[in-house]
Structure formats: structure tokens, C-alpha cells
């Protein structure tokens, strides 16, 4: 217990240090990227400050991983350039004992991970989002999962999904006469993209045209609708996956996959959210055979490179995957665990090695 106890504190400590190093960075680069919108609206920069910091735990949850495999290495590598771990080793620890150790050590981090992007991360980020558009007062009338709802003069629209500011899925729009009492118009589109600064392109459009007691249907390849809809406020009504629980990413995708609309994106968050967590651990266990293997006799310089190649090829891997599930239609669940199959793989074959 005294081994375990000492070697938990030596990784975590190390751990809490990179990722507060890492956090550090994160938030002065967010910061001076939000000081172009500081003077909008009653933006300033004491709430530029507050959202960089309100970023802080969605930025943690991604940063565990990289931060957990370096803290490992520069811990234990720290023990490594003392002696100490040659120490343990001659008192009989074995391999498969520090392997334990970092595996139970990788499973709190995990638990702190999970609780962190579960419960912390989602509404603090919804929150800061949500906050930041008011103060520029671009907040749009209606965000929920029943999509949005926008009064642009004489006409209602509804906009199920945001995909971006110049693509929209599922859009409905109710036309109404001058007095707002009578409903002249029923239009439904799939998709729309925007074409200028005031015209939306929406394809495979059909309209109802309401006349009295009759009703008449007409479908168009594409239909010009011609609106005031401002991109800042569409941007800011899209449904961020960063902003939902794993159980809102779950009700999300259903619901989008019931109204035949693109729920990709949701389940890739989904299961990378998970897959993530996952990941935690099997840092811990990758970084050990690189104290006791080749870069036991060299500095923490060399493991700091080490890890932060291994982490950004992590990072890449899992957005070249993403893209790759959007493109060439892979489910998933099947990209989000490709790179922490490959993890576990190169942790194991490297605890064979350095035993």
C-alpha cells in the first residue's frame, strides 16, 4: 500500500501539473481570439475572461489523456533518474505490479474525466455560449430540440437543425397576412443553403398555399426565399455536442435520425466522449514502458517530446477517423474506438517488451 500510495501521488501530482500547464495555454490563446469581439453588444474584457474560463473544463476533459500519459512519464521518470524505481525493482516489484499500480492510478483519473465532461463541462460551456450571445445580443428567440423559431416579418420560420451559418436542415416557414390572423402559406424544405447576404436556396421545397377552404400543394427543385436571417444568430443557435450530456447526445441523435436528419455528428461526440475516458488508463499504461524501456537513462526533456508526439498523433488520428466516418459513411462507433483499440495494442505489446 505504501508503494501504491507513493506512486499514485508521484503520477498525480505530475499529472495536475501538466494539465494546469496545458489549461494555461488553452486560455490565453481563447483569450486573445475573443478580444476581436470585445466592443460588441456589452461584450467587454472582464467577459472575455469569464468565458476563457468557463472553457476550462470542456478544455480538462480533452486534455486528460495527453495530460495523464505525460504526467506518467515525467513522474516516474523523475523516480527513474533517482534510483528509485531500480530501487523497487531490486526489492522484487515487478513489472506487472507497476502496471497494476498505473492501472488503478489511470481509473481515478478516468472517474475524475467522466465527471468532469459529464456533469461540468456541458452546462458550463452552454452557459458561457449563452451568456456571451446576450451580451452581444444575437440570442435567437428559440433554442431547444425542437429546433428554432425566428419572426421574420410576416413570416415564421422554423429551423430544425443548424449545421452551420450558411447550411440549415429541416426548415419549415408559415406565412401569414399583413394582420398575423390568417395562415396563407405552408412551405418545408430538407436542407437550405445560403446564396447571399439575404437570399437562402432551399431544396426539395414544397408549399401549401392555404386559399379560403382550399389548399393547393406545389413541389420545386429549388426555391429563392428571400430573408433577413442573420448568420451571428443562426451560429449561435446551433446544438453544440460539446454543450450536451452523454444521455442529451443520445435523446439528440435519436431525434434527429427520426426526422431523417444527419445525427453523425452527435453519435461520433457520443462515443469519442466515451472512447475518451477509456483512454485515460491505457495512457497510464503506454507511458510506463517508456521509463523502463529506451528512455529510462534519459532526461524528462526527451519524455516530454516523446509524450507530446504520441499525444498529438492521439488527437489527429481521431480527427482524420471523424472525418472519415462523415465521408466514407462508417458507423461511429466503429471510428471513435479505432484509436484506442490501437491504445491498448501498443500499451500491451510495450509492458511485454520492457518486462
Known amino acids: 500500500m505504501i508503494i501504491d500510495r507513493y506512486l499514485f501521488v508521484t503520477m498525480a501530482r505530475a499529472s495536475a501539473l501538466v494539465i494546469l500547464v496545458l ?3 488553452s486560455a490565453f ?7 476581436d469581439e470585445v466592443g460588441e453588444g456589452s461584450f467587454t474584457t472582464a467577459d472575455a475572461v469569464f468565458f476563457t474560463l468557463m472553457l476550462w473544463p470542456s478544455h480538462a476533459f480533452e486534455m486528460f489523456p495527453i495530460a495523464v500519459l505525460l504526467g506518467t512519464m515525467l513522474g516516474l521518470g523523475a523516480l527513474a533518474n533517482h534510483s528509485e524505481l531500480i530501487a523497487l525493482r531490486a526489492a522484487g516489484v515487478s513489472m506487472w505490479r507497476f502496471a497494476r499500480t498505473g492501472l488503478l492510478t489511470g481509473l481515478v483519473f478516468a472517474v475524475v474525466a467522466a465527471v468532469v465532461g459529464e456533469f461540468i463541462a456541458p452546462p458550463a460551456e452552454q452557459y458561457a455560449r449563452t451568456h456571451k450571445a446576450e451580451l452581444k445580443d444575437k ?10 423559431w425566428l419572426r421574420d416579418g410576416e413570416r415564421i420560420i422554423n429551423v430544425v437543425q443548424v449545421l452551420d451559418e ?3 436542415a429541416g426548415v419549415y416557414t408559415f406565412d401569414f397576412d399583413p394582420t398575423g390572423q390568417e395562415l396563407l402559406a405552408i412551405g418545408r424544405a430538407p ?3 445560403r446564396q447571399a447576404e439575404d437570399t437562402w436556396r432551399l431544396d426539395d421545397y414544397s408549399a401549401t398555399q392555404v386559399d379560403g377552404d382550399v389548399a393547393t400543394v406545389e413541389t420545386v427543385a429549388a426555391h429563392l426565399l428571400e430573408t433577413s436571417l442573420d448568420a451571428d444568430v443562426l451560429e449561435v443557435s446551433v446544438v453544440r455536442p460539446s454543450n450536451l450530456s452523454l444521455v442529451e447526445l443520445w435523446q439528440y441523435a435519436r431525434y434527429l435520425q427520426n426526422n431523417d436528419l444527419d445525427s ?5 461526440a457520443m462515443w469519442n466522449r466515451i472512447a475518451n475516458v477509456v483512454a485515460v488508463p491505457l495512457m497510464v499504461l503506454l507511458g510506463l514502458p517508456f521509463v523502463f524501456g529506451p528512455l529510462r537513462t534519459g532526461g524528462n526533456g526527451i519524455r516530454l517530446v516523446v509524450g507530446v508526439l504520441i499525444g498529438v498523433l492521439y488527437y489527429l488520428s481521431n480527427g482524420a477517423l471523424a472525418d472519415a466516418s462523415a465521408v466514407y459513411d462508417v458507423p461511429p462507433v466503429v471510428t471513435a474506438w479505432i484509436p484506442v483499440g490501437l491504445l491498448a ?8 517488451r520492457a518486462r
Open 264 to 268: 453523425v455528428t452527435y453519435e461520433m
Open 345 to 352: 495494442l501498443a500499451a500491451g505489446i510495450g509492458l511485454i
Open 139 to 148: 440570442k435567437s428567440d428559440v433554442d431547444s430540440l425542437s429546433g428554432i
Open 29 to 35: 490563446i481563447n483569450f486573445v481570439d475573443q478580444l
Open 191 to 193: 436542407h437550405a443553403e
Open 23 to 25: 489549461l494555461a495555454q
Open 166 to 168: 450558411r447550411n440549415l
